[in-house]
């Protein structure tokens, strides 16, 4: 079993930055074992794919509407992922959540609708 906690959300103004951090827990949790990204619902829409990155930590893959603006990290050895978001825009502003998904890509996880575990959310809000 892997938990997942998100945290970092927000309001931010249009422009903005906002970081996000997703601390990932669990028995025996490595990220030697999980693709870990980022999923983000807005009002009435449906969840959409926004960032991944490898158990490596070498290979991220990412939406093509956040590509340039946002940036995806992993600590090892804090267990920890990171949504760096520059440039935010209205359309940016949902509920962002973490997953994680065993022995994935991130490319694979960028095509998943339902990866294997995920976190509760953390709303961002983009003011203009």
């Known amino acids: 079993q892997v938990q997942l906690v998100e945290s970092g959300g927000g309001l931010v103004q249009a422009g903005g930055s906002l970081r996000l951090s997703c601390a990932a827990s669990?028995?025996?949790?490595?990220?030697?074992?999980?693709?870990m990204g980022w999923f983000r619902q807005a009002p009435e829409k449906e969840r959409e794919f926004v960032a991944a990155i490898s158990w490596s930590g070498l290979n991220a893959y990412y939406a093509d509407s956040v590509k340039g603006r946002f940036t995806i990290s992993q600590d090892n050895t804090k267990n920890t992922v990171d949504l760096q978001m520059n440039s935010l825009k209205a359309e940016d502003a949902a509920v962002y959540y973490c997953?994680?998904?065993?022995?994935?890509?991130?490319?694979?996880?960028?095509?998943?609708?339902?990866?294997?575990?995920w976190g509760k959310g953390t709303l961002v809000t983009v003011s203009s």
């Open positions: 669990g028995r025996s949790f490595s990220f030697s074992s999980y693709a």
């Open positions: 997953a994680a998904h065993p022995f994935a890509s991130a490319q694979t996880m960028g095509s998943m609708s339902r990866p294997y575990y």
